[in-house]
């Protein structure tokens, strides 16, 4: 198969991580296309995105007048752009130039395979919630705040660990399977996205992996600081989705109003911290 790598990279008020986002996607093997998706950002990151545009005719940008979502934005991506393999990477993610073409081989001999790799922040601590379950909304009820958390620890003894559901942050997988699965669920404004395209993946007979043994930098969050009510709203609107979309129709009416409830109940519990961090 053609070893080319569309990378497409969705930003908002991105401006403090795009410049070095783009740098490396710019030096990483195998790169042939880069397509970034801005929804609606008002800082500075068309300006950067267009003076990486004018050195390299690989980098080409859609600007969103509005916010049409996370997922909406990498199906824009995806179209505008060609080659085989498609590789999803937030703005604030730094990858080195051999990661996604190791990637790309290691896929390529799953078969059908979304891969992800381990993330680590500016210190090289690494991100917990990289490697994810399904959600348990069984769990969920019996304790909200339990119920909520995803994180599966890594497996050190193996260099590529199955695992249900990755983070979003950096996603490779064939064009083929990507078109076979119907892309990213526009429905979805931000957050949970990723857990519903991992789902897809699966129910498709694809595998979902994570190489342990590769590591990119992630800027944690720098798009989201500045609207932390807005992610949080978004993130318990996207488990709500997730459950009518793949449970709903198996669970009787009062668990389905049960399930509504202890998503906003978490979502409720949340608010408190989150005007701490805003005063």
């Not at 998706?37 to 300006?47: A, K, P």
């Not at 669920?185 to 342990?212: K, P, Q, S």
């Given at each position: 198969?053609?070893?080319?790598?569309?990378?497409?990279?969705?930003?908002?008020?991105?401006?403090?991580?795009?410049?070095?986002?783009?740098?490396?996607?710019?030096?990483?093997?195998?790169?042939?296309?880069?397509?970034?998706?801005?929804?609606?950002?008002?800082?500075?990151?068309?300006?950067?995105?267009?003076?990486?545009?004018?050195?390299?005719?690989?980098?080409?940008?859609?600007?969103?007048?509005?916010n049409p979502g996370f997922a909406a934005a990498n199906?824009?991506?995806?179209?505008?752009?060609?080659?085989?393999?498609?590789?999803?990477?937030?703005?604030?993610?730094?990858?080195?130039?051999?990661?996604?073409?190791?990637?790309?081989?290691?896929?390529?001999?799953?078969?059908?395979?979304?891969l992800g790799a381990e993330q680590v922040d500016e210190?090289?601590?690494?991100?917990?919630?990289?490697?994810?379950?399904?959600?348990?909304?069984?769990?969920?009820?019996?304790?909200?705040?339990?119920?909520?958390?995803?994180?599966?620890?890594?497996?050190?003894?193996?260099?590529?660990?199955?695992?249900?559901?990755?983070?979003?942050?950096?996603?490779?997988?064939?064009?083929?399977?990507?078109?076979?699965?119907?892309?990213?669920?526009?429905?979805?404004?931000?957050?949970?996205?990723?857990?519903?395209?991992?789902?897809?993946?699966?129910?498709?007979?694809?595998?979902?992996?994570?190489?342990?043994?590769?590591?990119?930098?992630?800027?944690?969050?720098?798009?989201?600081?500045?609207?932390?009510?807005?992610?949080?709203?978004?993130?318990?609107?996207?488990?709500?989705?997730?459950?009518?979309?793949?449970?709903?129709?198996?669970?009787?009416?009062?668990?389905?109003?049960?399930?509504?409830?202890?998503?906003?109940?978490?979502?409720?519990?949340?608010?408190?911290?989150?005007?701490?961090?805003?005063?």
């Amino acid at each position: 198969m053609n070893p080319a790598i569309a990378a497409i990279v969705v930003t908002y008020q991105s401006g403090s991580t795009i410049d070095e986002c783009l740098a490396r996607l710019r030096q990483a093997q195998d790169v042939a296309e880069i397509r970034v998706v801005d929804n609606g950002s008002i800082d500075q990151t068309l300006d950067i995105v267009q003076r990486h545009a004018s050195h390299d005719p690989r980098v080409r940008f859609i600007g969103n007048p509005d916010n049409p979502g996370f997922a909406a934005a990498n199906n824009q991506g995806v179209a505008d752009s060609h080659s085989p393999w498609l590789a999803f990477i937030n703005p604030d993610l730094l990858v080195e130039p051999g990661t996604l073409a190791a990637l790309r081989d290691r896929a390529q001999a799953l078969g059908d395979g979304l891969l992800g790799a381990e993330q680590v922040d500016e210190q090289g601590v690494a991100d917990s919630a990289v490697r994810r379950r399904d959600p348990d909304f069984g769990a969920m009820l019996r304790s909200p705040g339990k119920g909520a958390r995803l994180a599966i620890a890594a497996d050190p003894a193996q260099a590529l660990q199955t695992v249900p559901a990755l983070s979003g942050a950096l996603l490779l997988m064939p064009r083929a399977l990507f078109d076979r699965i119907g892309g990213w669920d526009a429905g979805y404004r931000l957050h949970a996205e990723d857990l519903d395209l991992c789902r897809r993946v699966r129910e498709a007979g694809g595998t979902v992996a994570i190489a342990n043994d590769l590591k990119v930098v992630h800027v944690r969050g720098v798009s989201s600081r500045s609207r932390p009510f807005f992610v949080e709203w978004h993130k318990h609107r996207g488990l709500w989705r997730y459950f009518r979309k793949f449970e709903a129709q198996q669970r009787p009416l009062p668990v389905r109003v049960a399930v509504w409830g202890a998503i906003w109940a978490h979502a409720l519990v949340q608010v408190p911290r989150l005007l701490r961090k805003s005063l």
